[in-house]
């Protein structure tokens, strides 16, 4: 049994939540967010006297629906909460010479090369780049982190002096270089 799933998921206020036909909407003030979801897990929206809430129940209890059940709830939580409070992921550029600019609706990276690596920017995100900082910041937290872990994936911190692009918060673990004898 999913513990996540059972649990109960409040909504807040200023917040509407509807499901048609297994398509779950999530509308809120910074946005609306649209998902489906399979029929093997029930979800119902119920309002009591004081909050609206959701509950996920599955249909039959089988390996694939535990395995849903917690993801699903696990995906309204998230919904729910990008649509009162945006998702915001941090990467910060170390190297000489490795340079980071937003030029319209494209991200644009000195990362090394002998070329410019040009990343075009979804219109659901917002991206600012400030010195060595890459700011990236939306309502859906999966496409905050996709988006997020495309553009790390372009230049991964090495081990020995740790240049790269890397999460804010991340620790590198050094390796210690040759040794002249």
Same mark, same amino acid.
């Given at each position: 049994? #999913?513990?996540?799933?059972?649990?109960?998921? %409040?909504?807040?206020?200023?917040?509407?939540?509807? *499901? &048609?036909?297994?398509?779950? @909407? !999530?509308?809120?003030p910074l946005g609306t967010l649209t998902k489906k979801f399979k029929p093997e897990i029930e979800i119902t929206i119920g309002a009591?006297?004081?909050?609206?809430?959701?509950?996920?129940?599955?249909?039959? =209890? &089988?390996?694939?629906n535990k395995a849903l059940w917690g993801t699903y709830a696990s995906h309204i939580m998230n919904m729910i909460s990008g649509v009162?409070? $945006?998702?915001?992921?941090?990467? =910060?550029?170390?190297?000489?010479?490795?340079?980071?600019? !937003?030029?319209?609706?494209?991200?644009?990276? %000195?990362?090394?090369? #002998?070329? $410019?690596? *040009?990343? $075009? =920017? $979804?219109?659901?995100?917002?991206?600012?780049?400030?010195?060595?900082? *890459? @700011?990236? &910041? +939306?309502?859906?937290?999966?496409?905050? +982190? +996709?988006?997020?872990?495309? *553009?790390? #994936?372009?230049? !991964?911190?090495?081990?020995?002096?740790?240049?790269? =692009?890397?999460?804010?918060?991340?620790?590198?673990?050094?390796?210690? +270089?040759?040794? &002249? %004898?």
């Amino acid at each position: 049994m #999913s513990r996540i799933g059972k649990k109960v998921i %409040a909504i807040p206020e200023k917040t509407e939540v509807s *499901i &048609t036909y297994g398509i779950f @909407t !999530v509308k809120g003030p910074l946005g609306t967010l649209t998902k489906k979801f399979k029929p093997e897990i029930e979800i119902t929206i119920g309002a009591n006297e004081k909050s609206s809430e959701v509950r996920l129940v599955p249909k039959r =209890i &089988t390996l694939e629906n535990k395995a849903l059940w917690g993801t699903y709830a696990s995906h309204i939580m998230n919904m729910i909460s990008g649509v009162t409070t $945006p998702y915001i992921k941090k990467l =910060i550029i170390e190297g000489i010479g490795y340079k980071s600019e !937003v030029k319209g609706d494209k991200l644009v990276l %000195a990362l090394g090369f #002998s070329h $410019p690596v *040009i990343v $075009p =920017i $979804p219109a659901t995100l917002k991206v600012t780049a400030e010195k060595n900082i *890459i @700011t990236v &910041t +939306g309502i859906d937290k999966e496409e905050v +982190g +996709g988006f997020v872990a495309n *553009i790390r #994936s372009l230049k !991964v911190p090495e081990p020995y002096k740790g240049k790269g =692009i890397r999460y804010e918060g991340e620790v590198i673990k050094r390796k210690q +270089g040759k040794k &002249t %004898a």
